[in-house]
């Protein structure tokens, strides 16, 4: 339990990462870059996905590809996937591309022809070789294992917030709709609270200094 809470505090960080820095992606002349403009594509111009529910693809996809380069390069600590070995030698260009792919086929399979050739365009790209073949093969593996870790994470979970209690917890607001951001943050309200009542109490005089009441 403790691991998987860990797990997942790790994928949030790289969600809040993306969610800052989400917007129209133009292509670059670099795979990373590429791909992002990819599964940008499949999933909010092609599947009509919200924001949210896009940097949550994104993620899987970056994660998959930063996973599968280390997987090669060694330099880092893996993010979800280690690999017990890797060829030396292998093509990252095409570990990225492999890993990328495999990640957006698996949940996107209904955009099969356009990432297919998306996939072979970017292949295109490395000389065939023992290098090529052996970084598909790490990408490919990669990405199917991250997948299998976060198969049962509820991405697409349908959750009915309920609403808590006490102070510092947010309540719906009587006549509008709940806010997706006051919903998300209300769920650390008890928290917050608990870091109110530990801060310094106010000093006498303050508002009096401050004019406040």
């Known amino acids: 339990m403790g691991s998987s809470l860990r797990g997942g505090w790790r994928l949030l960080i790289v969600l809040v990462y993306l ?14 870059s590429d791909w992002s403009a990819v599964a940008t594509t499949a999933a909010a111009a092609n599947a009509k996905r919200s924001a949210g529910a896009v940097s949550f693809d994104l993620a899987y996809v970056h994660v998959a590809i930063y996973d599968a380069v280390n997987a090669i390069d060694g330099r880092y600590i893996p993010f979800a996937v280690k690999l017990s070995d890797s060829p030396v030698g292998a093509s990252q260009e095409a570990s990225k591309a492999a890993a990328a792919y495999m990640v957006l086929k698996t949940l996107y399979p209904t955009q099969q022809t356009f990432l297919d050739s998306t996939y072979a365009s970017a292949l295109a790209a490395t000389p065939d070789g023992p290098a090529k ?36 917890v947010y309540q719906f607001t009587p006549g509008s709709a709940p806010s997706t951001c006051l919903t998300r943050d209300s769920l650390a309200g008890d928290r917050q609270t608990v870091r109110f009542k530990e801060s310094k109490p106010i000093p006498a005089g303050w508002a009096a200094r401050s004019g406040q009441p």
């Open 19 to 32: 969610l800052g820095a989400f917007r129209p992606i133009e292509i670059c002349a670099d795979v990373v």
């Open 133 to 168: 073949d052996q970084g598909i093969e790490v990408g490919t593996t990669v990405a199917t294992q991250f997948l299998a870790l976060r198969n049962s994470d509820g991405r697409d979970a349908n959750v009915t917030y309920v609403f808590g209690s006490g102070p510092g």
